[in-house]
């Protein structure tokens, strides 16, 4: 069965910097599209990155876009998620998750695999 697992969350300062990881486990993370989700406490799940398969485009949400960056490591199987100049609202629990559709930025329902999640939060 696949997996996703991620990792790379923690506790940090406004300003700082993370990096979240997607790794694949009997899954080719290359033949799929890639997003990362968050949900904070009391608000709905919200897309803020995907990459489509096979080196396709990304999407970034309005709320992170110049400030997060999505990527590929074919060799590693991983997708990475860096996220710079972070703030508090940034704060949630991210998902990566794995689709086989080939829509640009599709919507959260299209998933058909996903990771557990990690908590990010961005705190003074």
């Known amino acids: 069965q696949a997996q996703l697992v991620e990792s790379g969350g923690g506790l940090v300062q406004p300003g700082d910097s993370l990096r979240l990881s997607c790794s694949g486990s009997?899954?080719?993370?290359?033949?799929?599209?890639i997003g990362w989700l968050r949900q904070a406490p009391g608000k709905d799940r919200e897309e803020v990155s995907s990459?489509?398969?096979?080196?396709?485009?990304?999407y970034y949400s309005d709320p992170v876009k110049g400030r997060f960056t999505i990527s590929r490591n074919k060799a590693d199987n991983t997708v990475y998620l860096q996220m710079n100049r972070l703030k508090p609202e940034d704060t949630a629990v991210y998902y990566c998750?794995?689709?086989?559709?080939?829509?640009?930025?599709?919507?959260?329902?299209?998933?058909?695999?996903w990771g557990q999640g990690t908590q990010v939060t961005v705190s003074s």
């Open positions: 009997r899954i080719n993370l290359d033949h799929y599209g």
């Open positions: 998750a794995a689709t086989g559709s080939a829509r640009y930025n599709p919507p959260a329902y299209e998933y058909d695999h």
């Open positions: 990459i489509m398969s096979r080196g396709g485009p990304t």
